[in-house]
C-alpha cells in the first residue's frame, strides 16, 4: 500500500463538521483510497472508499481532488458516537493478497 | 455467519510461557492477517496470509509464528511470551480494501 501521513489528532464540539485530511503522494493510478473507522476495543471497520472527485454514503463523505496526492473524509455533524480512530488506507481495490498496514490513524475526540 | 472469531478473548501469561492464538472465517476470504495494538497506539502488523499455504512477515514479526492451517484458520503462536508482547491482538479476513473484516481481540496480558 502507499504511504499515507496524517494528523495524529483531531478535537471536535459536538454538531460540527469535521474534516480529515490524508496526504498520499505516491498514489499509483489503480489504488483507490478507503477509510477505516476504530472504536475502543473493537476492530477497525470500513466507511468509506473512492477513486477521485466525491464519494457520498450514510456515514461520510470523501472529497478527492483530481491529482489524487490526498484525500479528505468529512463527517458531518459529528457527535459524541463519533469519538474514534480513523485510518486512511490507499492501494489497489480488490484481490486480497496484499500487506495491508494501518499507521497510526487520526484520534478524533468529539467535545460535548 | 460468525464472520471472523478469536479465541482466547483474554488471556494472563507469566514470561516464557507459549500460547496460541486462534482465529477463524467463515466468509472464504483468502487472505487472512494478525495485528496488534498497543494501549493508544495504531495497528501494526504481526503477519498475513495472502492464501491458503503462504505467509509473509509484516511490521513486527520478532517472537511470533503463524500456520495456515487452511482457508478458515489462520493461528499466531508466541513461544516464549514477553512483557513487551502484552497487547491486544486483532484477528482479520479479506478480499479487497473495502471489506476486511476483524475479530473482537484477544487482550494478552504477559507478566
Known amino acids: 500500500l502507499a504511504k499515507t501521513t496524517q494528523p495524529i489528532s483531531m478535537d471536535s464540539y459536538e454538531g460540527q463538521e469535521v474534516n480529515i485530511t490524508c496526504s498520499h503522494n505516491n498514489i499509483a493510478t489503480n489504488d483507490y483510497i478507503t477509510w477505516y473507522q476504530q472504536f475502543p476495543s473493537q476492530g477497525p471497520r470500513f466507511i468509506i472508499q473512492?477513486?477521485?472527485t466525491k464519494v457520498t454514503n450514510e456515514v461520510a463523505s470523501l472529497f478527492i481532488p483530481a491529482d489524487r496526492k490526498s484525500s479528505t473524509l468529512s463527517l458531518p455533524r459529528v457527535s459524541l458516537s463519533d469519538t474514534a480512530v480513523y485510518y486512511c488506507?490507499?492501494?489497489?481495490?480488490?484481490?486480497?493478497?496484499?500487506?495491508?498496514?494501518f499507521g497510526t490513524g487520526t484520534k478524533l475526540q468529539v467535545i460535548p | 455467519n460468525a464472520g471472523v472469531t478469536q479465541t482466547p478473548k483474554f488471556q494472563v501469561l507469566k514470561t516464557g510461557q507459549s500460547m496460541t492464538l486462534q482465529c477463524a472465517q467463515d466468509m472464504n476470504h483468502n487472505s487472512m492477517y494478525w495485528y496488534r495494538q498497543d494501549p493508544g497506539m495504531g495497528l501494526r502488523l504481526i503477519y498475513y496470509?495472502?492464501?491458503?499455504?503462504?505467509?509473509d512477515k509484516g511490521e513486527v514479526p520478532n517472537g511470533y509464528n503463524v500456520s495456515r492451517l487452511n482457508k478458515r484458520e489462520f493461528s499466531l503462536r508466541l513461544e516464549s511470551a514477553a512483557p513487551s508482547q502484552t497487547s491486544v491482538y486483532f484477528c482479520?479476513?479479506?478480499?479487497?480494501?473495502?471489506?476486511?473484516?476483524f475479530g473482537p481481540g484477544t487482550r494478552l496480558t504477559v507478566l
Open positions: 488506507l490507499v492501494g489497489p481495490p480488490s484481490g486480497g493478497y496484499q500487506k495491508v498496514t
Open positions: 482479520a479476513s479479506l478480499i479487497g480494501l473495502d471489506t476486511q473484516y
Open positions: 473512492g477513486y477521485k
Open positions: 496470509s495472502a492464501s491458503e499455504g503462504t505467509t
